[in-house]
C-alpha cells in the first residue's frame, strides 16, 4: 500500500511538472480578431503574450476573382492573434506548410504571408480583394525568401545551386578595386533593376515589405517603411510575427477590418495566385 | 479579351488587350540557310546584357539545333503537344491561338519550365550518336537532316508575356514596338515565363525579377543594329522596320522579304502572338517539320529562295545582309550593285552583287615563299 501511493504520489508530481512546462493554449476567438491592449508589444513568436492573445482561425480562400487565379487549394487556414499598444499593432500568424520554400529560381516560388488593412478607417471599406480605386489598402508582406537573405543566405548564385561555377563577373575584374565607383557601376550595369531601387533585389535588412493598392494589379511599394517582422519555421509550417504602425484614424478601442493571403510556393503560388481570407472584424482593445 | 486582327494567321482572334499597333515595329529576317551556329551572337548578347549576378543561365540570343536541339529543353514540342490540332484551312489557321486554348484562371495558354531545363544549352545536340566506322563515307540520299535555329525575342504584335502579366510591368515601346520588362515595376512573378510560348524571358533570383531580349533599343535609336546581327559573322540577320501587309512597300528591306516575296516567314505563327523575326526556311528538311514551324507559305518561300539566283533583286537584297551595322531602312538595287540608305535616304552601304575575284599565284617570288591562301 504504502508503495502504490508513493507511485501515485510521484505520477502527480510528474504531471503537475509537465503543466507547469507545457505553453497554454490561447482562447478562441471564431467571430473576429481581437488585439488586446499591450503596454509593451512583443518581439518574438514565442513571448509570453501570445499564450492570452485571443487565437482566430482564419478560414483561407481561393482567389478565384481575377486573373490569374488559383484554382486549386492548399493552404486551408491560417492561425491569426493580434495585439496593440495604442500606436502599432502585431500580429502572429502560424499555418500548416509541409514544405519550407526560401530559394528563388525560375519555376521556383517562396512562402510568404500578407496582412491587408484599409488604409482609412471608414464603416465603407475597400473591395477585400487589393482594395479600389480611391479606396486604398495597406499591405505588410512577408516572404521567406527574404527572411533567409535576411538571416544570412548571401547575396550570389552559389548560395541558390552549390555547385554553380562561374567564370567571370565583368564586376569583379581584377582592374577594379573592390568598392569604387567604377566597380559599383559595373554591377549596376548588369543589375537594373537594383539600380533601379527594385525592392524585390536585394541585398535587404528585412524580410517584410511595406505596400499599398488600389485594386488588383496596381500594388506598389509605400513612400515609407514603418513595418517590421520576423519569420520561423517549424517542422510542419511557419510562424511570422508582423508589426506595423495602425493605420491613419484607428487607436485602442476603435474598430476597423482585416484580410490576410497565404502563398504556398510549391504550389506555384505567386502573386495573384494565393489563398486569401475575406474582411474579418478586426477589434483593438481600449488603454487600460 | 478583345478581337484583335492578326495577319499571320488570316483571321481575327481573341487578345488580353486591344489592337494597338506601335508607331513602327522593330522587325527582323534571319536567313536559316546560313547559320553555322557559332554561337558569336549568343557570345555577344551574353557579354552585352547578361554577365551579372542570377543572368548566369540567361540566353536573349541562342542558336539551338533543330529537331533535336531546346533552349529551355522542350520549348516548342512541349507546347506543341499540349495546344491540340494546329490545322490551317488555306491561309486562315483553322485551330487555337495560346490565347484561345486560356483555361479558366489564365490570360495565357502557357507552361513553366524547370531551373533544370535551362542547364544544358547544346549539349549533345550535335553529336553523332554512333561510331563512324573505318572507310565509311556517304552514298545515296541523305535521311538524316538537321539545322540551325537562332532565336531571339520576336517583339511580338501580340505579345504573351505581355498579356500575361497582371501587373502590366511589360510594355511596348510606342516608338519601335520593342517589348521590355519594366525593371522598377517587375515583381517576379514569372506569369509572361509561363506565358511566352518561346520561352524568351527570363527570371533573375538574385534581382527577384523577370528579364528579357531589349533588341539593343540603345543601339536601335541611333539607328544601329543589334548585337545578335551585327557580330553574325554568317551574314544570316537583317534588323529593320515591318509594315503591315497593306502597307507594305518594296523599298523596305524587311517588307520586301515578308510581304512582297514572302521568302521570310514566321515563327510558330499559329501560336497566334504574331512574332516579328521572319525566317528564311531552310532548304532540306522534311516539309512537314516546315510547315508545322513556319506555316501554310513554306514551300512558296522555299520555292522562291530556291530561285533567289535567278532573282537579282532578291539575291541582291541578301547580300546587303551583314553589310553595314545601321539599320538599312531602304534599298534599291542598280544593274549589279545593291545600295542601302538610312531614313532620311543617306546611303549607308552600297554592295556588290558579286565580290570581285582576286587571284594570286601559287608562288611568291619576291619572297621567295609558296602560298597556302591563294583565293
Known sequence: MKARNSLLMTVGVFLALLAGCAKKAPPVNDSEVKAGFEKTLPTTTDDPVWERAPLHPAKLLLQDMVEPRLMQGSTASVNVQAVSDGQRISFRLSWNDPTADDLPGPGRFGDAVAVQLPALTSPDVPAPQMGEEGKAVEITYWSAVFQAMVNGRKDEIQAIYPRATVDHYPAEAASLKSGSAAQQNMEKRYSPARSLGNPMAGPRKLPVQDLIAEGPGTLRLADKSTSSGTGKRAKDGWTVLLSRPLPKGLQAGSRTQVAFAVWEGSHQEVGARKMRTAWIPLALGASQ | ?375
Open chain 2, 1 to 375: 479579351m478583345a478581337r484583335v486582327y492578326n495577319w499571320q494567321i488570316g483571321r481575327e482572334m481573341s487578345y488580353w488587350y486591344p489592337e494597338q499597333r506601335p508607331k513602327r515595329q522593330f522587325a527582323a529576317v534571319f536567313d536559316t540557310n546560313k547559320c553555322i551556329a557559332c554561337q558569336t551572337c549568343t557570345l555577344a548578347c551574353k557579354t552585352t546584357w547578361t554577365s551579372g549576378k542570377g543572368q548566369e543561365y540567361m540566353l536573349w540570343n541562342n542558336v539551338e539545333t533543330k529537331p533535336y536541339g531546346f533552349y529551355p529543353l522542350a520549348w516548342d514540342v512541349n507546347l506543341l503537344e499540349k495546344l491540340g490540332a494546329q490545322n490551317w484551312d488555306g491561309q486562315r489557321y483553322a485551330g487555337r491561338t495560346v490565347f484561345e486554348a486560356a483555361q479558366a484562371g489564365e490570360r495565357v495558354f502557357g507552361w513553366r519550365p524547370e531551373d533544370i531545363d535551362y542547364a544544358h544549352p547544346n549539349v549533345g545536340e550535335d553529336d553523332c550518336v554512333n561510331g563512324v566506322d573505318k572507310g565509311a563515307h556517304f552514298s545515296g540520299v541523305h535521311n538524316s537532316w538537321f539545322f540551325y535555329l537562332a532565336r531571339i525575342c520576336n517583339h511580338c504584335t501580340y505579345p504573351a508575356c505581355l498579356s500575361s502579366c497582371p501587373r502590366a510591368s511589360i510594355y511596348k515601346r510606342p516608338e519601335d514596338g520593342i517589348v521590355v520588362i519594366d525593371q522598377a515595376r517587375c515583381r517576379g512573378y514569372q506569369e509572361c515565363v509561363k506565358a511566352c510560348p518561346y520561352k524568351k524571358t527570363f527570371y533573375n533570383a538574385m534581382t527577384g525579377t523577370s528579364e528579357k531580349c531589349i533588341a539593343c533599343f540603345p543601339k536601335i535609336e541611333l539607328g544601329m543594329q543589334p548585337q545578335c546581327f551585327v557580330n553574325c559573322i554568317g551574314k544570316i540577320r537583317s534588323a529593320g522596320w515591318i509594315s503591315k501587309p497593306e502597307h507594305a512597300r518594296p523599298d523596305n528591306p524587311i517588307d520586301f522579304l515578308v510581304h512582297v516575296k514572302k521568302v521570310a516567314l514566321p515563327l510558330f505563327p499559329q501560336f497566334g502572338l504574331e512574332p516579328n523575326v521572319y525566317y528564311i526556311p531552310p532548304v532540306n528538311v522534311p516539309r512537314d517539320f516546315l510547315l508545322q514551324m513556319f506555316g501554310p507559305d513554306v514551300d512558296a518561300a522555299l520555292e522562291t529562295y530556291r530561285n533567289a539566283p535567278k532573282d537579282k533583286d532578291l539575291s541582291g537584297l541578301l547580300t546587303l545582309f551583314g553589310s553595314t551595322e545601321f539599320i538599312v531602312a531602304k534599298w534599291k538595287r542598280a544593274d549589279e550593285q545593291v545600295m542601302g540608305y538610312d531614313e532620311s535616304g543617306k546611303e549607308i552601304v552600297r554592295v556588290p552583287m558579286r565580290e570581285p575575284t582576286h587571284v594570286r599565284q601559287p608562288f611568291d617570288a619576291a619572297r621567295n615563299v609558296a602560298r597556302t591562301n591563294i583565293s
